[in-house]
């Protein structure tokens, strides 16, 4: 049997979310949510940077406002191309958030909101696909695992997966960072 790459395993579950329909991706992305703020490490963590959704994944905009309205400091990554890294910004708002140059939702930048990763109590992660030991595979530019490599390694982080995203074993290469726990529906 042939193992897919990751372009393959990519491909098929993308095109998985986006055939989708909606008010399944949204019933799914409650439950999701109702799982992830019942997680204890959300709940004492003060500092979370999230990812903003976009393109059918799990939606992050009601959990970072509610965790905006639980008093939590929620960033937000700037994806700064010429450093090649993620730059966790706080946002008070996601109407804070304009379309970055992936498409992506994301912060303007502003040096005085960034927030040094040794602060951060918990990360959301997104993903195409994970599988049943965490590992994550993300769209293919790295920018997370390099952020994951450089957190201390006592950093929760949690992806978020509708169910057709687990997998049951995922192929990783040694700069790929798994996640401490996926949420699923």
Known sequence: MNIPTKQELRKRILDLIHQQKEEDALRKSRVISEKFLALPVFKKAETILFYASFQGEVDTFALMDKAVELKKTVAVP?????EN???PMVITSTKE??????GIPEPVFDRSRSVDPD???LVVVPGVAFDRGNNRLGRGAGYYD??????????PTVGLAYD?????????ESHDRPVTLVVTN
């Open 97 to 102: 958030l304009n379309k970055g140059r992936y």
């Open 85 to 87: 890294k993620i730059i």
């Open 78 to 82: 700037f994806v700064c191309r010429k």
């Open 146 to 155: 390099r952020f994951l490599s450089a957190l201390p390694s006592i950093t």
């Open 164 to 172: 057709l995203q687990i997998v049951d074993a995922l192929p990783r």
């Open 119 to 121: 602060m951060i109590d």
